[in-house]
């Protein structure tokens, strides 16, 4: 099982290894359900899953991803054990510290439908098999080199690739209720399940990673040719005039639709996320009387720029909508 996971691990480190200040990060996580056990009082703090002592980077030399390997395979009986998709440039977690990529990835939610309507949704949609299949548990997360490698050191290269991220989510599509991509994770500071580890989310039921397709030899295409070929995504339409956006008397000052989205992109730091997003909730639909969708959008534009160890996923956006 180790050797899958250093195999895998090389796989996607392989194209960066020549660069002595990138680390791979190892990031174990305590499952949800131990909250009640290692914080009997209720006082969790919000950083509570993440063991920080525990959290490890290593160098992206044949011994530094053996030593990652070994790593993770030994915290899996304890913890949800992530890894970096991206390396970082030193001991970091920030998507500013992210440079490279030579790797699109997706992680496909089965939802009712499991492991097999991950698999469904991803053999029937039309973009070329993944090079990499991991199962997360109750589903997938899907890999695809492409080559020449996209230099990610500038903000116009960054937003550059994260859409092409999203793309690839709107390209393998699903519906919410069953197999669907997860939009969550088209973030340059992405961690992942890895493989050979175990996936904690069911108490009594811990659910095997495991690679179930591995051809990281099998021809790549260019980024150009993604962008060519994946769908465009829509731009939010239009719900209001401008005039009826525009807002006053109010801590974030004068909005319009094109300020809204501006406002948006701003993310928060991790320790205030979700309780400032509550807050811009209900201001977006009580205060300004946006319709829920729009302001489900620009929640989840504001979430998506908020970096942290965990996403927010969209089923707590949509709680945080139901409750403004």
Not at 110 to 132: F, T, Y
């Amino acid at each position: 099982m180790v050797t899958n996971t250093s195999n895998f691990l090389t796989a996607l480190m392989e194209a960066y290894a020549y660069l002595e200040h990138l680390r791979l990060e190892i990031r174990p996580l305590w499952p949800s359900w131990m909250e009640s056990d290692l914080y009997p009082d209720g006082r969790a703090p919000h950083y509570w899953r993440s063991e920080h002592q525990y959290r490890t980077w290593f160098a992206l030399t044949a011994p530094g991803i053996s030593a990652a390997a070994n790593y993770a395979t030994e915290l899996s009986d304890r913890f949800d054990v992530y890894f970096s998709v991206l390396p970082r440039n030193g001991c970091t977690g920030k998507a500013e510290d992210v440079c490279l990529s030579s790797w699109l990835w997706a992680d496909i939610d089965g939802g009712n439908e499991g492991v097999q309507g991950s698999i469904a949704l991803v053999k029937k949609c039309d973009i070329p098999p993944p090079h990499i299949a991991v199962v997360s548990g109750g589903g997938l997360h899907c890999y695809w080199r492409f080559d020449p490698m996209l230099d990610i050191a500038d903000q116009a290269a960054r937003n550059l690739l994260k859409n092409v991220l999203k793309r690839l989510c709107k390209a393998i599509g699903g519906d919410m209720d069953g197999a669907h991509a997860d939009t969550a994770p088209a973030n340059l500071a992405c961690v992942l399940r890895v493989p050979g580890t175990y996936n904690h989310k069911q108490k009594s039921e811990p659910r095997a990673v495991r690679l179930i397709r591995f051809k990281p030899e099998m021809e790549a295409h260019s980024l150009t040719w993604w962008r060519a070929y994946l769908p465009a995504l829509q731009l939010p339409a239009r719900r209001y005039p401008v005039s009826k956006l525009t807002l006053s008397g109010n801590s974030r000052g004068n909005r319009s639709e094109d300020g809204l989205l501006r406002w948006a992109s701003n993310g928060y730091a991790e320790g205030e996320r979700h309780k400032r997003l509550a807050s811009d909730a209900k201001w977006l639909v009580r205060d300004l009387h946006l319709d829920k969708q729009f302001a489900r959008e620009l929640i989840e534009i504001k979430a998506d720029a908020s970096p942290g160890t965990k996403p927010v996923t969209r089923s707590e956006i949509e709680a945080i909508i139901k409750w403004a």
